[in-house]
């Protein structure tokens, strides 16, 4: 199979020119129709001469993402469900902020990780997506908040699939976008989120970038972390809350962690001072704390609004910051992986 066209970085294309004997600033004018005027085919490239257009053509292919379904909530998020070229369905999410734009993106068709309360996983992990595919997607958030003269502000990999099991496509997704010759995205305006894949904490941190990290933390302890997270099983806590050390002694960067509460799972005020002491030991950190969306197919439900606020007191009291995610899309099932599961289901019958 041909590569995409969004798979190569910046310095990816000036290598290309060179090995290809052509001048380098041919890949600034490739970037340029990419990534500013954001068209779609080699033949709208008017710049670049004829016989390179069509050694483009030969050489690599455009992302096809047919939209199969749209779902637009009263809140302004809209979700995408999009068909790739192999038929595989992904998951995009446009949420709307008082500052911006923010694009969730996905980085792999299904997941293997099993978290219990995720939607996503159902189906278990079916490929890895090419970086290029993950560029796609906010080329096509950015095609469509053209038409109402916005932009994308800022990315959050958190949709389907886990990003640190597709490491090295994440990180030229990663470079792509920050390019300050194409999209332009503030590395502090992105975040990934990891279910806690151990070594890549620590590969992460070593990479030196501004770039966001956020844990999904969702349990104060081993033993129930184990249960609602089988990761866990992998990379135990007392090994996750050691590289989470790593990360903000070595970045100086705050760490986030999500926190999904699960009416009487996790939510309990126990929960709350057993996990306000174990980040006592990571001094730049932050709690989000998630009211767990409804997944038809797992037995979840909300935590009361009051038992979140008494939850978050109890942290804030040993002086976490702490904040709610506030909701989004709840009308739309935008839950990560809901409408995928939901297309399978029809699909199948
Ligand atoms: S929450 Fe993320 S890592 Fe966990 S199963 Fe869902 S997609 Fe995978």
Known sequence: MKPFVYDLTWEGWQQWMKENGLPSFRA???FDWLYVKRVESFEAMTNLPKALREKLEEEFQFV????????????????????????HAIETVIMKHSYGNSVCVTTQVGCRIGC?????????LKRNLAPGEIVAQIVKAQQLLDAVGERVSSIVIMGIGEPFENY?????????????????????????????IVPHIYRFADEETQICLAISIHAPNDALRSKLMPVNRRYPFA???????YYVNKTGRRLTFEYALMGGVNDQPEHAEELAQVLQEIPLCHVNLIPVNHVVERKFVRTPREDIFAFQRILEKHKINTTIRREQGS???AACGQLRAKHLETSKR
Do not use: Y
Not at 75 to 84: Q, S
Not at 116 to 124: D, I, P, R
Not at 170 to 183: P, V
């Open 239 to 245: 090994d996750l809350i050691e590289a989470c050390k």
């Open 331 to 333: 009308d739309i099932a």
């Open 116 to 124: 219990t309360f995720c939607a996503s996983t159902l189906g278990g």
């Open 64 to 87: 096809t993402l047919k939209e199969i379904a749209q779902q637009k909530s009263k809140d302004g998020t809209v979700k995408f469900l999009f068909e790739l070229g192999d038929k």
């Open 168 to 196: 090295d496509a994440m990180m030229t997704f990663l470079r792509i976008m920050t390019h300050n010759k194409g999209l332009n995205i503030g590395q502090r305006h992105i975040t990934v989120s990891t279910s806690g």
């Open 28 to 30: 600034g004018q490739i």
